[in-house]
Each structure stands twice: as C-alpha cells, then as structure tokens.
C-alpha cells in the first residue's frame, strides 16, 4: 500500500480544515494560550508582530526556532511560522522544524525580489499573500496551498485586505461568465498560469483556500471579509495590541463563525475595550507599504 | 485533488436567514445538518448537495430542527470543543446523536468519541471509541494513501486523506470495524453512527457519504 507524503492533497487538506476560523499571530508561550484559549484554529510564531516589525524597521528575518518550539509546545493546534520572500533555506530549517504551515510573507524583508520559493518540493504547505487573481494564481503555481490577501500588515486597517479581497473574487466572478476559449487572453493579462485559469474557471472559486489577511482588527472587520468571500481570518497585531486581548480574540472567533449574522455581531462588538490604534495608509510612503513586496 | 465538479453548495434556507414553508414541506428527510462551527464542512456540502439532499450548517440549536442526518466535518477538535461549549450546541448535538444517524471525520470522529487522550477535547461520548489526537504527528507527517472498502463490495480502492490524523482504540464489542490501516481501525460503525479517521470529504470520491447514507442512515440518494 502507498502511503504519500507532502502531496498538494495533503497540503491543501490541512487548508480545508482551518477553513472558517482564526489564525492569530503570537510571539510567546503565554500569549499562544491565550489564543488557543480563545478558540484559534492556528497560531503564528512570531518574535515581533507586524506593527512592532514596523516600528522597529531593519532586516526582519525568520523568528528563531526557539520561541517557535516553546509555542509548539503550548499549544496542540498547528503552528504556523514565517519566512522571507524567496528564503527557501529559512523555509528548509521551518520544515525540518516540523512547523505546521511555512508563511512565505510580505511582513519579513524580502530575500529575493525575482523569485519566490519553489514551494512543491517542501513536504510542509505554504500559505502566500496576494493583491489580485494573478498573483494567487502564480503562488498556487509554484506550490503554495492556501492564499490569503496581503492587505496591509500592521496598520489595523482593514481598506487594503478590502481592495485585494474584492479584486480577487470580482476576477473570479468574471471568470466564470467567459467562454473557454477566451481564457487564454485572461491567462497573458493575469500572468497566471493557463491550466490554473480554467481551474478556477471551472470551479467557480480558488483552486485552494482563500483567507483574509492584512489589517483585520475588529469583530466587524473579520464579517465583512468572510462576507466578502473569505473562507477564514488572519489577525495580526489586531488582538495583542488591542487593550484586552483574550476579550478581542474570542469576539473575533465568534464574528467568525457567525459572520452572517448582525444580532450576534451586535453583542460580540459591544464593550470590547479599545481596538489597536490603526494607521492611514496615505501616510505610508511607498517603502512602507509591505503589499509592494513579491509580485 | 480537490472537488472540481461540485458546486459551491448553498444552505438551504433564503437570503433572510428564513425556513420557508414550503421548505419544510418538500424537503422533509432530505434535509442534512453539517456542523459548521469551523473545519472543512463546505466540503461535506458539496457531496451532500451532489448526491440530490439538502444542506443545513449547523452553528445554533435551533439549527438542528427538521434534520435527519448529522455531519461532523475535520477540523480543530480543540477549537470546535471550546465552540461547541460556547454555542450551546454540546446537548442538542448529542442529543441529536443518539437518537438520528451520525456521520464524522477526522476531529468529527473524536467529538463521536466516548474518550479522548487529551482533556481539552470534551467529545460528546456517542460511540464506543477512544481516540488519541494527532497520533500520526505533526503536518509534514500527513499522508495520502490507497484504502480497500472491503464492506462495499468494490475492489476499488479510495484515496484516504490522513490529516494530522487520530487513532481510534475500539472499546465495546458494539463497535464495528469496517476498515484499518496498517492494523490500525480507520473506519468503524457503532449502529447509527459512523467514524472515520481521514477525510472522504477532500478528494470527491462519493462512496463513504453513500454508504453512509444508503446503508447507515437510510435515506435515499441521487444514483
């Protein structure tokens, strides 16, 4: 009897399960319990969370393997970590980890700013950011099994994780109203891989799971994206840097799973404490917009 | 593999959120619940709709009513407990467990589980089963492999989908095992209700959710 491991099936499965949960960044043991505490269906190991990486500037690198352990060891829902653009050694020792999922993300600094990982060799799955259909379509082609939209990590502004969100799923409901034979021409506009255009085409949504990611930070934050089509929430900063974190992260699970439903986002959203202090994203400059990062 | 031939599957209820009439009328015992608290349940969605039966996510008690079947989806068997608790959904879901037919994969067989060995997971204790989570190991150790359904009658083997997958221990000669891998029982039926430790719901194949529905829960399907 075969028995196959890292296969894209298996990657993609471990996607499917997270599917209409939480994923929420941590940088130590205590706060990764709270977080499982609070109903996470993963967490992100992390040595600093996106607004503090912003703050701080410099090279953001791998988190060292330390404090990804002591959390692999709180807590029994996957692990996440991340690694730079195009890193793939970072993402090798991630693997040899045994870390649960690899984030080839925009929030580190770029190792390459040609290529990112060819991510079909690891036996890990990889979850990449996007802005639009194209992109997402060459991260799945070079192996990545979950999607999620860049947004704008840090900013506890929800307006870019919006405008990738909507170009997606506005690209894919087009998509769908085409005839076959115009999905090559779609295919040399998105810069997308052909056969992974009909795929989508032919399934009527991403060929992997598509999560919201970049900006999240209130409950109603986390409904509007699941209603804009996104199957499960990263937060980042949203809840460690909100006033009362355990309080935060429950309510977010709960906008989750009800994301649908006012009358319960009505009485999660009430008395929460203060949400973290957002950023407009006008007064980046354009070396701070993390979402330029990749292609 | 995923699904590529199934639509996106819809609850069956209108846009208001509203059981009409004429729902209720028509669509009695062909109307399945599958929890949707958080895990893979659109997949479960998709073959339930394509075998001609209509969906229901389950995310409140009231949810449950005209139900004729449950589904457990895969998922965090963690999370969906401390969901479960939350929703108020530990007493309506076991007590619509043990009295309709009961379907649940991967975390959805340990919430079936009289026993898990892990105590954040309080299962809802409807079979006669201990399971031990994540027994295989972390996500680099999951695995796809070819699984005989000797109970089927077909010599075609399924593509089993192990994720992060449990082990199940059979605790009671009520339990039936109706396949194993590498000694190991991977699909076992208890009366109405069965478990499995992998995913049947993730490659499209609809043989397990037939057998489920023709022989464990009685409800006829699209053939």
């Not at chain 2, 999951?142 to 359904?149: E, H, R, V």
Request: charged share 20%; aromatic share 6%.
């Amino acid at each position: 009897m075969t028995k196959e491991k890292g296969s894209f099936e298996v990657k993609v499965g471990l996607a499917e399960m997270l599917k209409g949960g939480v994923i929420m960044d941590v940088t130590t043991a205590e706060q990764a319990k709270i977080a499982e505490d609070a109903g996470a269906v993963a967490v992100m190991a992390l040595e600093r969370i996106p607004s503090d990486i912003r703050k701080a500037g410099g090279v953001s690198r791998m988190t060292d393997p330390v404090i990804i352990q002591q959390i692999k060891k709180t807590v029994s829902i996957p692990v996440m970590a991340k690694c730079r653009i195009g890193h793939f050694a970072e993402a090798q020792i991630l693997e040899a980890m045994g870390i649960d999922f690899i984030d080839e993300s925009e929030v580190l600094t770029p190792a390459d700013e040609a290529n990112h990982i060819e991510k079909r060799s690891f036996n890990a799955p990889f979850v990449c950011g996007c802005r639009n259909l194209g992109e997402a379509l060459r991260r799945i082609g070079e192996g990545a099994a979950m999607i999620r939209t860049k947004g704008e990590a840090g900013t506890g502004n929800v307006v870019e994780a919006v405008r990738h969100m909507r170009s997606v799923m506005n690209s894919i409901r087009h998509l769908k109203t085409l005839r076959k034979d115009e999905l090559m021409t779609v295919s040399k506009d998105l810069q997308a891989p052909y056969e992974l255009v009909l795929k989508t085409a032919e399934m009527g949504e991403l060929p992997v799971p598509n999560f919201a990611a970049g900006g999240v930070a209130t409950p109603a934050d986390a409904s509007l994206m699941m209603q804009l089509g996104a199957q499960s929430v990263f937060v980042g900063s949203g809840i460690f840097k909100s006033s009362n974190p355990a309080v935060m992260a429950k309510a977010i699970v709960e906008a989750v799973t009800h994301y649908h439903d006012p009358d319960v986002l009505l009485r999660i959203s009430t008395g929460l404490g203060t949400a973290m202090e957002g950023i407009e994203i006008s007064q980046l400059s354009d070396s701070e917009r993390l979402q330029e990062r990749g292609w | 593999m995923r699904l590529v031939s199934y639509p996106i599957p819809k609850d069956s209820r209108n846009a208001a959120g509203k059981i009409s009439k004429v729902e209720q009328a028509q669509k009695i015992n062909r109307l399945i619940g599958i929890l949707a608290v958080q895990g893979d349940y659109s997949c479960h969605g998709k073959i339930v709709q394509h075998l001609g039966l209509n969906v229901r996510w389950i995310k409140t008690p009231g949810d449950l009513v005209g139900c004729s079947a449950l589904i457990l989806p895969g998922g965090e068997s963690t999370t969906m407990t401390l969901l479960l608790k939350k929703y108020g959904l530990i007493k309506p879901l076991k007590d619509f467990a043990l009295s309709n037919p009961v379907m649940g994969t991967c975390a959805g067989a340990i919430m079936l589980a009289k026993n898990v060995y892990d105590t954040r997971v309080e299962p809802l204790g409807i079979m006669d089963i201990t399971v031990c989570r994540n027994a295989y190991g972390s996500q680099v150790e999951s695995f796809i492999t070819d699984l005989l359904l000797p109970f089927n009658g077909s010599s075609v083997p399924i593509k089993a989908v192990f994720i992060r997958a449990p082990k199940i221990q059979v605790e009671s000669p009520a339990i039936q095992v109706l396949a194993e891998y590498e000694n190991v029982p991977v699909i076992v039926r208890q009366d109405k209700a069965l478990a499995l430790a992998f995913h049947p719901e993730l490659t499209g194949d609809d043989r397990i959710h037939r057998y489920f529905f023709q022989q464990v829960a009685g409800i006829s399907i699209n053939t």
